[in-house]
């Protein structure tokens, strides 16, 4: 997969103040707040930065987090995963593997068959309807 890499008013010009502080600087929206958290609508969820397809809407599940809760991505060399250890807890960070746009974490408390929640900002998705 070809990297995209731009420079921060590059990407700045392109996202909404929201998107940029998620997505490029590592943010997260408040719970509940998120356009897609009680969101029920069959299509691919993209990555807001470079369209990649990041989840498909069939693996998202109610977490009741507050957050889109996915039991894995849409194909697992669309992401990338690093140890964060912020905010005084050590997680998994999960980013787009295109662009490295932060989406959000994942954590093994998931359904099956994963057993995993990919714990994702509504701010670093677009969503594309299934046809």
């Given at each position: 997969m070809?990297?995209?890499?731009?420079t921060d008013a590059q990407w700045r010009a392109e996202l909404t103040p929201e998107q940029f502080k998620v997505a490029r600087e590592h943010g997260t929206?408040?719970?509940?707040?998120?356009?897609?958290?009680?969101?029920h609508v069959a299509g691919m969820y993209t990555c807001v930065c470079c369209g990649e397809p990041a989840y498909a809407?069939?693996?998202?599940?109610?977490?009741?987090?507050?957050?889109?809760?996915?039991w894995q991505p849409a194909?697992?060399?669309?992401?990338?995963?690093?140890?964060d250890n912020g905010w005084f807890m050590r997680r998994t960070e999960v980013h787009c593997a295109r662009c490295d746009a932060h989406q959000g974490h994942v954590f093994p408390d998931g359904p099956k068959p994963t057993g995993l929640r990919y714990c994702i900002n509504s701010a670093s998705l677009n969503f594309v309807p299934k046809a």
């Open positions: 070809e990297k995209i890499h731009k929206e408040r719970a509940f707040s998120g356009m897609y958290a009680d969101h809407s069939d693996t998202k599940f109610e977490s009741g987090t507050g957050w889109p809760s996915f194909s697992p060399e669309n992401v990338e995963t690093k140890e």
